[in-house]
Structures are given as structure tokens and as C-alpha cells.
T-cell receptor, first 107, second 114 residues
Framework: GQQVQQSPASLVLQEGENAELQCNFSTSLNSMQWFYQRPGGSLVSLFYNPSGTKHSGRLTSTTVIKERRSSLHISSSQTTDSGTYLC?????????FGTGTRLQVLP | DPKIIQKPKYLVAVTGSEKILICEQYLGHNAMYWYRQSAKKPLEFMFS???????DNQTASSRFQPQSSKKNHLDLQITALKPDDSATYFCASSQPGLGGREQYFGPGTRLTVL
């Protein structure tokens, strides 16, 4: 079965609203990384966060290993946040990506 | 300046032909990877290399062959191309230790096989 599940699959927000994106995994974890994929396809690393909470501007990532989940919180969303957000789980020999959350922020 | 270069950005090929996708990284990393993203599918891990040696191969087909001529190069040769090979191919790099290192991605090569 799918080792990494992301929710929601898609999300539409009004500018200024907050978003909470979830990533749940069914296997053991070595590392968790969050990416933003631009509409043109390029990938930007947002967080490398194997455990705990990290902040970067309006973004916060929290990984709770024993609950096998990681979240990405976007506060005060902007139209430029639109795109796809991917989480990636790395074990010793394999990296598995989630199916992504497609975010659209409306003006 | 881009730290991971992939060439070409776009590539169109005919069925049955052979192509090489180029990847160079200037991050000083010793591990490199290839991923594939087909339409409406998640990113798929294909290969990992560490110190120019193959560490993991999750690609079933031998038509896909990575080639590492230098420490900071990992090209991908694809032979006998099929329309199903159409996808965006991403190269990535990190310090060694797949399980615990942050990965950085190149801009991708979008391959279309007619």
C-alpha cells in the first residue's frame, strides 16, 4: 500500500487564510523533507525535518515520529504560495514521495 | 548561479531511439539521485549513487542506465525509448547517507517520446 499519504489532495484558500497540510507514513522514518513544486515543475526544498518543529517565515513544519506524521502549516497565505506541496520520506535505501497537496490561493 | 544543472530542459524523441539526460551538481555533494515524475503520478525514486557507485536501483527496466564519469556528474541513458517513458526526470544530490540527508533538486528535463 501507499507508504506516504498526504491530505488534503487539494485546497483552495482566500489570501490571508491559514493552511495545514498533513503527511502520514506507514513505515519507519530516517528523514522527512517538505518540498514546494512550482507550477512550472521545479522543486524547492522547504524543510528537512526528521523530527520536531522548524520555522521559516510563514511556514512551520512539525514531525512527530512516534505518531508517524508530519505537517506543514502556512500562515497568512499569499497568491504566490499556490502550487503543489510534497512530503518525502527517506529510509535507508529508498525515498518515497507523497502524492502532494495542490494549493490554490485566491486574491 | 544554479547549483544543479540538468540538460536539456526539454527533449523530444521518437519511439525506439536513445537519449542521454545530463546532470551536474556544484554543491560538493557525494551522493546523487534520479527521479521520474509522470503525468498525474507521484515523484518516483529511480537510482541513488554514492561516491560514483550505485547504491540503490528501484527501476525495473535495464533500459535506464545511470552513468557517472565524474564525482559531480550523474547522467541517465535511456535506450529503446517508449511513449510511456514520457515524464519529467529530476536529478538530485545530497551528502551521502540516503536516510538522513537533505536533498537538493535540479530543474528537471521534460522528455516527450512520440
Amino acid at each position: 500500500g501507499q507508504q506516504v499519504q498526504q491530505s488534503p489532495a487539494s485546497l483552495v484558500l482566500q489570501e490571508g487564510e491559514n493552511a495545514e497540510l498533513q503527511c502520514n507514513f506507514s513505515t519507519s522514518l530516517n528523514s522527512m523533507q517538505w518540498f514546494y513544486q512550482r507550477p512550472g515543475g521545479s522543486l524547492v526544498s522547504l524543510f528537512y525535518n526528521p523530527s520536531g518543529t522548524k520555522h521559516s517565515g510563514r511556514l512551520t513544519s512539525t514531525t512527530v515520529i512516534k505518531e508517524r506524521r508530519s505537517s506543514l502549516h502556512i500562515s497568512s497565505s499569499q497568491t504566490t504560495d499556490s502550487g503543489t506541496y510534497l512530503c518525502a520520506l527517506a529510509n535507508t535505501n529508498k525515498v518515497v514521495f507523497g502524492t502532494g497537496t495542490r494549493l490554490q490561493v485566491l486574491p | 548561479d544554479p547549483k544543479i544543472i540538468q540538460k536539456p530542459k526539454y527533449l523530444v524523441a521518437v519511439t525506439g531511439s536513445e537519449k542521454i539526460l545530463i546532470c551536474e551538481q556544484y554543491l560538493g555533494h557525494n551522493a546523487m539521485y534520479w527521479y521520474r515524475q509522470s503525468a498525474k503520478k507521484p515523484l518516483e525514486f529511480m537510482f541513488s549513487y554514492s561516491y560514483q557507485k550505485l547504491m540503490d536501483n528501484q527501476t525495473a527496466s535495464s533500459r535506464f542506465q545511470p552513468q557517472s564519469s565524474k564525482k559531480n556528474h550523474l547522467d541517465l541513458q535511456i535506450t529503446a525509448l517508449k511513449p510511456d517513458d514520457s515524464a519529467t526526470y529530476f536529478c538530485a544530490s545530497s551528502q551521502p547517507g540516503l536516510g538522513g540527508r537533505e536533498q537538493y533538486f535540479g530543474p528537471g528535463t521534460r522528455l516527450t517520446v512520440l
